[in-house]
Nanobody, 122 residues
Framework: QVQLAESGGGLVQAGGSLKLSCVAS??????YAWFRQAPGKEREFVAA????????SYADSVKGRFTISRDNAKNTVYLQMNSLKFEDTAVYYC?????????????????WGQGTQVTVSS
């Protein structure tokens, strides 16, 4: 059974840091990504990484502040979030898929985690 399990969310002050983890079990995927959804807003792309290539992509809103990485041995993807802002507050979801042509299209991902809440206080 395929499962993506996120962890690492929490409450942090603006300017602080958090590191999210996503452990994948059941099978491997070609690409992993992080999306987020704030209250009353649509789910939006945050970052993606190719499992074999390590190539990354980011939403403009997080470039220079967030870093996506992976640990192949642990089957885990990370999202290091620095210089957090109030507007980063959202539920963060891990997603995985095989044939991802456009990283930021959520419809292209096959599997999703349950999400982890990140709250940034101003």
């Amino acid at each position: 059974q395929v499962q993506l399990a996120e962890s690492g969310g929490g409450l942090v002050q603006a300017g602080g840091s958090l590191k999210l983890s996503c452990v994948a079990s059941g099978r491997s995927f070609n690409k992993y990504a992080w999306f987020r959804q704030a209250p009353g807003k649509e789910r939006e792309f945050v970052a993606a990484i190719g499992w074999s290539s390590g190539l990354t992509s980011y939403a403009d809103s997080v470039k220079g502040r967030f870093t996506i990485s992976r640990d192949n041995a642990k089957n885990t993807v990370y999202l290091q979030m620095n210089s957090l802002k109030f507007e980063d507050t959202a539920v963060y979801y891990c997603a995985a898929g095989y044939f991802i042509v456009v990283d930021f299209l959520s419809s292209q991902y096959d599997y999703w985690g349950q999400g982890t809440q990140v709250t940034v206080s101003s």
